[in-house]
DNA sequence: ACCATTTAGTTCGAAGTCTAACATTTTGAT
DNA sequence: ATCAAAATGTTAGACTTCGAACTAAATGGT
C-alpha cells in the first residue's frame, strides 16, 4: 500500500531542517564585528526591507517576541540599529538601520549570497532551475497557508 | 536588470525556516511525559531509522554534537533509549527505541502527520501536489549536495 | 462612551544550545 | 609498523532562547 501524500509532506517536511543545515553549511560571517546568528540574520532581513515592526521581524529571524527583544537590544547597543515610533500605532516600533548597520548588513548579504553561488555552483544547471522553482513554490504555499490561518 | 538565479535562490532560501514555522505552528506534542522539541525530533527520527550512529541523529535533529548528547542523555535517563555499542568503531553508539520509547516515538508521528494533513488539508489539490513535487527536489538537491561535499 | 479582548513589545528566571578543549579510536600516508 | 590527522562522542562554562507574566496601547462590540 502506498502511503497517503499527506504523510510524505510530513516525512519530507522532516528533513528541511537538515536541508538548510546542508545549504548554510561552512558559511561564516567575516564580518569586523561580533555578531551571533539571529544577529546576523536580523540585519540581513533588515538589509531586504527596513522599517518595519519588530514582531515582523522576530518572525523572520524565527524567534520568539520575548528573545527578538534581547536581539533588538543587543544590535541597538552596537550602534547597528534604531528602533524608531513612526506609526500611528504607538505600541509598535520600527526597526531601521544606522549608518554603520547599512555597511555591516550590505556585508553580510554579501557574504550569504557568495556563499550560496558556491554551493549552487556545484549543481548542474537543471538542477540549479529545479531548486529555484522549489523554492518559490515553498514560498508561494506558505503565504497560502498564512492567508488561510488568517481566516479563522 | 534581472537578479542572477544564485541570488533569487539565496533570497529564497532565507525564507525557508519562515517556512517550516508556518507548517509547525499549532502542532503540539501532546505525550504523556514531558519532552522538549529536540527529544521529541529524535524520538521521531528514531521511530523512522533506528540504529544510526548518535551523529547521524544530530545532524537530523540540527544540533552540534555536544547538544545532542544532553539530548540523548536525558532520553536515556527517561528510558526511551538505549546507547548501542554494535559497529566495530569503538566511537560509535547506535541508538535504539526500548519499548517504552517505541510507543512514544509512535504517537509523536502520528500526532505529527496528523498536524501536517490539517494543515495541507487548507490548500487545493494542485498546491499540495505542487508542494510533494517541491519537497522532493529540496531532498533530492540535498543529497546531491552532500554527495558534492563528499568528493572534497 | 465603555470595557473586555487583542496586540506590540518587555522582563526575567528556567531551559536549551553553542563552542572549544578533551579522551579515545580509527584512518591513511610513509 | 609508526605516527600525524581525522572522526566519534563527552564535558563544562558562556551564551542564547523560551515562556509566562506584565505594561501599555488599540480594537471592536454594545
Known amino acids: 500500500m502506498s502511503k497517503l501524500i499527506e504523510v510524505k509532506i510530513a516525512e519530507l517536511a522532516s528533513m528541511l531542517p537538515m536541508f538548510i543545515g546542508v545549504l548554510i553549511d561552512g558559511s561564516e560571517m567575516d564580518t569586523s564585528v561580533k555578531l551571533n546568528v539571529s544577529e546576523g540574520k536580523t540585519l540581513m532581513f533588515l538589509h531586504k526591507h527596513e522599517g518595519d515592526p519588530m514582531t515582523d521581524y522576530s518572525r523572520k529571524v524565527g524567534l520568539s517576541k520575548g528573545s527578538f527583544t534581547t536581539v533588538a537590544d543587543s ?71 498564512k492567508e488561510r490561518e488568517d481566516q479563522i
Open 75 to 145: 544590535l541597538v547597543k552596537k550602534g547597528f540599529i534604531k528602533r524608531v515610533s513612526v506609526s500611528n500605532d504607538r505600541r509598535k516600533y520600527a526597526l531601521m538601520l544606522t549608518d554603520i548597520g547599512k555597511d555591516i548588513a550590505k556585508q553580510i548579504d554579501a557574504g550569504f549570497n557568495k556563499h550560496i553561488a558556491k554551493k549552487v555552483s556545484q549543481l548542474e544547471e537543471e538542477d540549479i532551475n529545479n531548486l529555484h522553482k522549489a523554492l518559490e513554490i515553498m514560498v508561494y504555499t506558505m503565504d497560502k497557508l
